[in-house]
């Protein structure tokens, strides 16, 4: 990811921890019955890494089920959210950039949600690479992100297919990647760089994958 888009990224979702919940989910309360229910389908077990986890929505659910929980964002506002959204679990919080960062240990299950979008296409490759370091030899990855027609509802700019333009609530602007895969998409995508990938549709907006290195 270039330095440039990242940095804006990670400055737009820094601004937005406080507003996020209300923003992203709308009606929290559903939306909370609706991730406890997919995380107890999915069932991450073990040791799971967790990338960017906000403000913890998931984290929480996560930690139900899994050994221990490693929880790594960029931004310090959201983890400071997602802290006491989850106190006395066993979960561990790291503010780092995924890209530069270097665990400790191996994890069984690697989750992220709404994450791979803001992955850009020349980066895929190289997250991917990373993902199979991470994971032990019989881990898998799990992954929530919003389906293609939710693309609808960004603003790209007129030269790009991967960055979108948002205002947050202050009025403020920033240009982040967002780029919809389907699940056909993605499933070729893995497969060329060596996973075997299963996504499918999870309601009219989102979609869930699980892959394992072949």
């Known amino acids: 990811m270039s330095t440039a888009a990242q940095q804006s990224q990670i ?22 019955a609706r991730i406890a229910g997919l995380v107890e389908q999915l069932r991450p077990a073990g040791e799971v890494l967790e990338i960017a986890p906000g403000t913890g929505v998931w984290t929480e659910k996560l930690a139900r089920l899994a050994r221990t929980v490693t929880a790594v964002d960029t931004a310090p506002e959201m983890i400071e959210i997602a802290q006491r959204r989850v106190c006395g679990q066993a979960v561990e919080f790291v503010v780092a950039n995924v890209f530069e960062w270097v665990p400790q240990r191996r994890f069984d299950t690697v989750f992220f949600s709404a994450w791979l979008s803001h992955v850009p296409d020349a980066s895929f490759a190289a997250f991917w690479s990373l993902l199979g370091e991470w994971l032990r030899d019989d881990g898998r990855v799990v992954f929530v992100d919003e389906q293609v027609g939710e693309a609808g509802k960004e603003a790209y700019l007129a030269d790009s297919a ?9 009025g403020s602007r920033y240009q982040i990647v967002k780029v919809f895969r389907s699940p056909p998409e993605l499933e070729r995508a893995l497969g060329r760089l060596g996973w075997r990938a299963r996504v499918r549709s999870s309601g009219p907006d989102w979609l869930v994958g699980e892959a394992w290195p072949i």
């Open 11 to 32: 400055t737009y979702y820094r601004h937005r921890a406080a507003e996020y919940d209300a923003t992203a989910y709308g009606d929290l309360a559903a939306a909370d």
């Open 162 to 170: 991967e960055i979108v333009q948002r205002r947050l609530a202050d």
